[in-house]
């Protein structure tokens, strides 16, 4: 039973992950559960990839990390710009983390199936996520840093919103960089998201016309 769970994991590990990315996107997020709902996004990653020995301790060395910090912040009311940091700084590494884990799984792989569907998804949804906790790090460290956002819990989502905007490059103007580390921020963000949809595209494109050819020869 444990090998057939681990071997249908392994086969479906991006889709599992791009379900826990939806979730923490799409999920709502009273604010005594938004805290630990990015913590789910971590499990995930220790259950899809524990076949990499050391992407899992990574990953988990970081799920350790995050929970003292949560468990610090919620039950001991111990809430500082600090705490907030370093809990950002762990969310980004980890979505870079998985983002080229993703990225290499792309490059490498010869069939273009639903599961390598599902893993450009999740690289493209971890950018975003990337660039919410790195706009939500700079708003906490030089606040209004961005116009339009709210307050509280509505601040979090706006930045969210405004991080998945900019790299959809839609640009509807409700939520706007003010300061120069903001506006270069939303620059670099704007141009890795540019940068991996070009690119990652163009590979996936090829890869299936090659499995076209193949399947005609």
Partial sequence: ??????????????????????????????????????????????????????????????????????????????????????????????????TFEVFRRILYVDQVSPEIISAVLCGFIMLCFIGWFLFDMIETYTPRSFSGLGEGETKVNNLLYFSITNQLTLGFGDILPTTLLAKKAVMFMGFVGHFYTVFVTGIIIGKYINQIENKIK
């Fill in 1 to 98: 039973m444990l090998t057939k769970s681990r071997k249908y994991i392994e086969k479906r590990k991006h889709e599992i992950l791009l379900l826990s990315l939806l979730i923490l996107m799409f999920g709502i997020r009273p604010t005594f559960i938004s805290p630990f709902l990015p913590i789910q996004i971590m499990i995930v990653g220790v259950i899809v990839f524990n076949n990499r020995k050391f992407l899992l301790y990574f990953i988990a060395v970081l799920l350790i990390l995050t929970i003292v910090l949560n468990i610090c912040s919620q039950v001991f009311y111990f809430k500082d710009i600090n705490t907030h940091s370093l809990l950002g700084i762990a969310f980004i590494i980890y979505f870079i983390t998985l």
